[in-house]
Every structure is written in structure tokens, then in C-alpha cells.
């Protein structure tokens, strides 16, 4: 049967383009590979190859013909037997392949997330229950101890789980995080790696879907801009891109923020940067029982989980309950006290200044409300705004830079859910809008501190 | 370019021969095929076809066993193809529909397959490398004796972290052939242009990695040398490397005229080294085959290609719905 040959698109924004010359003339015989024409697309000339053989029977558009839609038929194609006078020109009209075209059907059903906040009068019903049955015994813990006993629990219960980094075995960890896992687990599961972050993390990522649960350590989660690409591109989109056959259970865990006195290169909080990201789940834990319980639920989650941890935290102590298998969900925020005046919103360091604030303004008769959020992907919207329902007024707390900052999307979620609630304008407080100074008096300014939490929420109370 | 072996004589079975010169053939034709929907506007964004390089990952599957794994960058096609994956659903999701190996989601450069060991299909060149590494690490680890062939192209070996993995490839001695499909160009850049050495594969000496210079056109010294690296992993001497001088005949992609270099170039190719022409006059000359049972076989693949193009056009697009699935999952994975 004669088949034509269509005017091609040869770029993904091609629509016509001009036939400049062709290099074959009818009666011509041609084989699959064999250049036809030259056409001219909207960036280049480009050579257009035959993909059947056969002969050349009727040539339907002159070279030298400008604006040629796409799929327009420029040629007739015969096969062996056949002859010019086969030809039925009749149907030789552009037939382009039908592009399904989006039905209205399809546009009405692809409901943005956000149109799901039109139950906006609805006030939610967060989840309250205890991270631990009343009763426990609890025990004196660091923060550091919390997350070293999280993953040597966890290597316990699960030979795939494997930790990599930079001196996590015989050095013990920069920051001691990984103490004493060498010798009880042996160099197969500690692994000391290279200097190399892009490259070890791409090795965890590919080692996640090998059948393994790495846990990759950062020394500093700045480090890790080297291996970025590796954590969004290969870790959270493998899944989606995969359509649903490989997901990466990895955990990403290292100290993140300012430390003290260590530089703009060392000291940044990427809240912000990774919970931005669909396919991650991002932790950013302030207590040592939520570091352990947190810590534990990431290593036995099937997706990639970046867990933010901070230098200065490491060596505080908190009460962590003493149980055989303590773990946390994500996405449930912790109210770490009740309150009626304000709401103030933070996570990992940032709850130092709004606990901080909360005490003080307790002397002076506000009653402030102080919420954890823990997870930061999922985010548990739920608690914020059945608190902020309650008083009307709100804070949030962060080291990160301001812009595009955690504190601005729960604003602009509060602006949408709650905006009949609120009695004054949402106040973000975070890290200044500069590279980290190193000089003390400076960067005790680019920080956030308890004094700019006690402002803002004198401003948001109109005090 | 390596010189054809042509003084020695196949030590291959006319099967085998046949089976290299259908699977070579089925990626030819189905690439052929892929451009064409392209140009109808059916298979959109880029598409990078992987004509002229058939006969390495032919012979590379040649060397491997069940259970072996491969993953390489965004020329994928021919990969996908010669592990076994189904033309239907390697052509659907070049069309970007619900019945493609991503369910549409992934398109041309992100495609995979863990029926097949087939890990992707990866569109940030060189980001591959260390992933396979890692997927060899899994192996060693897990103690099954498995092996890994990464492919990345020559200009993916200019990447650091192909460095980054080439050293802890080889501090760790993960079974992981490394292939270097050198095609010569890097999108348009001429290796000669962008490459301080002319063999890449010498690259591993600093790290002690062996590795050789493979003809790419002959898909019987492709498999040679692919038995041999896999038993250099398989016995736990950690990696290899196999540079696979090979050509592609096409742009870089759909949308590349290919002005960096001479059509004389590419036609002198295609009419001096073809690795399918060469399998053609081994399995005639050989009288292993007929021209009427190569013509059957040429007929065959015609069939599923068109079978598959037809597939690949009646899929429906993806459900609305599936915009917001598989972004996570609650199902563990099995391990490998």
C-alpha cells in the first residue's frame, strides 16, 4: 500500500517549517535511512531520513515551500509492485494523528491540592494522642545518644540497614553521632567513605534500590549541596518517574544550621530547600525523644527521608521514654505547651527561642501556645490552625533565610484556611538575610533570638 | 576506532548469530519507528535514538546472566530493548501513555524495569554512575553475585563523580563493569575537543581499575570482552572498564542537525562499519542463513515494531487521577 510521507516536527516546539530542498525526485528508489529532504525548523536545517523502503511515487510539496504545518503528507512512498497510478490523492489531506486532547472532563477533575482548602470553615480535628503511653518510664538523654541508639536499634532489627559517611567508623563520627556502631556491627555496615558527597550519595541511592536501607551520613548537611542532585533527582523523583516499580528507602541525616562560629559555608538551615521537594520526607527533630522515635520511623520508611539534625541540640538533654520499640509518625506536630493569647510555630533550634519566649511571656501574663512541627514534609497543618483558630494570632520561628522560608508557607496556609481567624498579621522571625558573619557580636544578629520572638508577639498582641 | 577482527572466525553458534542480528535489528527498526512518531508530533520533549551503537548492549547481553543489572543515562532505548523489555511498553511511554513501562510519567529518558533488572534510563549525565555502583554495592553486600553494567557515554566521563565512583568502586571492589559508549560526540562536542586522553578507559589506571578498548561494531568482540569483564567481577576482583568505541548515525537528539560534523563522516560509518551489515554477511558468507530466512526475520521485527507503534497510539494517556500518584509509597521494597 502507498503510504505518505508526513511533514515531520524536529523539535519539541516545532509546528512548520520550510521544505528547503529535496534531495530525492520521484521514481527514485529509497531505503529506510536514506535522506530525503532538508527542512527548515524554527532552530536549524535538519535532515529528514527515510523510514521505509521503496520508491519515491509522487512528490506533493515543492522544496522551497515556507510555513508547511506539521504532519502535512510532502511525498508518496510506493511499495514493491506498485506505480504512480496507485496513487489516491484524495485522502493525501494532513491527517495528523489525533493528540488526545484534554477533556473538559479531564480539566474539571484535576483539582489543584490547594482547591482542597475550600473546607476551609471546617475546623480540624488534629491528632492528640500521646507519643508514648502515660506511665512510661523515661530516662536522661542527649539528643546525640538519641539518634546513636535509634540506628543501633534499628541495625538490629534489620540487617539491610547499612550507615555510610565521612569518619562514622573508626574516627566514631565527627560529632560522635555514630559512637561504638563500628564495633558492635562491624566494617560491612560502618562504612568509612571518601570525601566525596556527590559520589557517596549516589552510591546510597543506587544501594536503596538494590534491596539495602542506607543510612548516609553528612558531616554537615552544607556538604550535601555537592550531592544534591542526588537527593532530589535520583532519591525523591525515582518513584513518580518509575511509575510506582522503584522507590529509594534512604535516610539522609547530618547536622544542619548554624553551629557556633563556624562560617558562611557551615552554618545553613535547608528546611526550607528540602521541604520544598514532592517525593521526601523532611525531619527536622528538637528533642532527643523525637530524634529517637523520628529517627526510627525514617529508617523503616519505604520513601527517601531527609533528616535535619543541629550541632547545637546534640548535646542537650531530654527525658526520653524507655520503651522496646518507641517510634514516632511523621507528620504530627507536638504542642509543647498550651496556650490562648498567640500561637508560636517552630522546629529544631528554632524551638530553643519560642520555648524561651513562651516562659517569659508566661511572667508577664500572655499565655502563648508553642507548636513543634517535627516533620516539615508531611507538614501537619491540622495542629497549626486548630491553634491559631483558638488565638487568633501567630508567630513562627526559624534560623532559615527569610525568603521562601517555612515560616512564609504556613502564613500563606493560615491566610487560606484561617484568615477569619486571625486578628493580626502573621510574623515570621528568621535568620537574617546575609551570609553567616563570623565575628560573635554579628552572628548572634543573624540569628533569630528570643527577643525578636517576644517582639513579635507583643506586635501580633498589640502590647 | 579499533580494527575489525575479520582475520579470525567467529567461535559462535548460527543461532546465537541470528539472535544478535534480530535483536540489533528490532532496535534499528524500532528506532527508525520512534523517529517517525516523533516527527508526527506523538512522542514529544527529546528523544535520543540509538542508531549505530545496537551491537553494544547486544553483546553486553550476550555476556550477562539472569539476575545481572544495567543502568545507564538517557540514550536508553536500545538498553531497554535488548534485556527483554516489551517493545509495546518502551514505545507507550515514548508516546507518554498509561500503558509504558512509567505509566506515561517518565517518558523517553526515564524508563525502568526491576522485572528486568533494568534500573533506568537517567536524564543528568554521569548521575547514573554512581548509581550503579551502588546498585553493585547492594550486591556485594547481599552476597548474590550479581553484576552491574553501568553505561554513561564519553562525555559523561568527564563528570566528577564518574571519579568519585571509579575510587570507591575500587577501595570497595564492587562487581561493576563500568561501559563507556564512546560515540565520539558529546551532544556536538567532538571527544577530541572535550577529552584530554584519546582512551578513556586508561582513565581507571589511577585507580587501579583494569580496563580495554572494545570495536563497538562488532557485537562479537563487544561480547567477549563483556564475558570477560563479568568474570573479572564475579570473582570478586572488583571493576572493570570497557570503552565500546562505537557511532551514532542520528543527532544527539530529535533535534540536533548534526553540523559538527560531515555526512561523508557519517555515511562512511554506516556503509564501512555497520555492526548489523557485518552480522548480515557473517551469518551469508558463513551460510548460516539464507537471504529468504534473514528476510523473514527482517519481516518479523517490521511486525512488532509496527505492533508496538500501533500499542503505543491506542493507549489511553494516563488517568487525571495518576498526576498524584506514586509520589510516595507505603510498600517496602523486596530486596533485589
Known sequence: ????????????????????????????????????????????????????????????????????????????????????EDIDTSGSDAKPDPKPEETSEAKENSTPA???????????????????????DMKTMTVREAINSAMAEEMRRDDTVFVMGEEVAEY????????????EFGGKRVIDTPITEHGFAGIG??????????????????????????????AAKTLYMSGGQMGSPIVFRGPNGAAARVGAQHSQDYAAWYAQIPGLKVVQPYSAADAKGLLKSAIRDPNPVVFLENEILYGKSFEVPVM??????????????????????????GMTYALEAAEKLAEDGVSAEVIDLRTLRPIDYDTVIASVMKTNRCVTVEEGFPVASIGNHITATLMERAFDYLDAPVINCTGKDVPMPYAA?????????????????NKVTYR | MATRKNAKKPNVSADELKSYYRDMLLIRRFEEKAGQLYGMGLIGGFCHLYIGQEAVVVGLEAAAEDGDKRITTYRDHGHMLACGMDPKGVMAELTGREGGYSKGKGGSMHMFSTEKDFYGGHGIVGANVPLGAGLAFADKYLENNRVTFTYFGDGAANQGQVYETFNMAAIWDLPVVFVIENNQYAMGTSQKRSTSTPDIYTRGEAFGIPGEAVDGMDVLAVKEAGEKAVAHCRDGKGPYILEIKTYRYRGHSMSDPAKYR???????????KDAIEHVRDLLL??????????????????????????????????SVEDLWTDIYTDVAPQNA
Open chain 1, 1 to 84: 500500500m502507498a503510504t505518505e510521507i508526513l511533514m515531520p516536527a524536529l523539535s519539541p516546539t516545532m509546528e512548520e517549517g520550510t521544505l528547503a530542498k529535496w534531495l530525492v525526485k520521484e521514481g527514485d528508489e529509497v531505503s529506510s535511512g536514506d535522506i530525503l529532504a532538508e527542512i527548515e525548523t524554527d532552530k536549524a536545517t535538519m535532515e529528514f531520513e527515510a523510514v521505509d523502503e521503496g520508491t519515491i511515487g509522487k512528490i506533493l510539496v515543492e522544496e522551497g515551500s515556507e510555513g508547511v504545518k506539521v504532519n502535512t503528507a510532502i511525498a508518496v512512498l510506493l511499495e514493491e509492485g506498485e506505480s504512480a
Open chain 1, 114 to 136: 490547594k482547591a482542597k482548602s475550600d473546607e476551609a470553615d471546617d475546623i480540624p480535628k488534629p491528632d492528640t494522642t500521646p507519643d508514648w503511653p502515660e506511665g512510661t
Open chain 1, 172 to 183: 566514631q563520627g565527627a560529632y560522635k553521632i555514630t559512637q561504638g556502631l563500628l564495633d
Open chain 1, 205 to 234: 541511592v543506587g544501594a536503596s534500590w538494590g534491596g539495602l536501607r542506607p543510612i548516609v551520613e553528612f558531616m554537615t548537611w552544607n556538604f550535601a549541596m555537592q550531592a544534591i542532585d542526588q537527593i532530589i533527582n535520583s
Open chain 1, 324 to 349: 522496646d520499640d518507641f517510634t514516632i509518625p511523621f507528620g504530627k506536630a507536638k504542642i509543647w505547651r498550651e496556650g490562648t493569647d498567640v500561637t508560636i510555630v517552630s522546629f529544631g533550634i
Open chain 1, 441 to 457: 557580636n554579628l552572628e548572634k544578629l543573624a540569628l533569630t533570638s528570643t527577643d525578636e520572638v517576644l517582639e513579635a508577639v
Open chain 2, 262 to 272: 560531515t555526512r561523508e563522516e557519517v555515511q562512511k560509518m554506516r556503509e564501512e
Open chain 2, 285 to 318: 558468507s558463513g551460510k548460516h542463513a539464507t537471504e529468504d530466512e534473514l528476510k523473514a526475520i527482517d519481516k518479523e521485527i517490521k511486525g512488532i515494531v509496527n505492533d508496538a507503534a500501533e500499542f503505543s497510539k491506542d493507549s489511553p494517556e494516563p
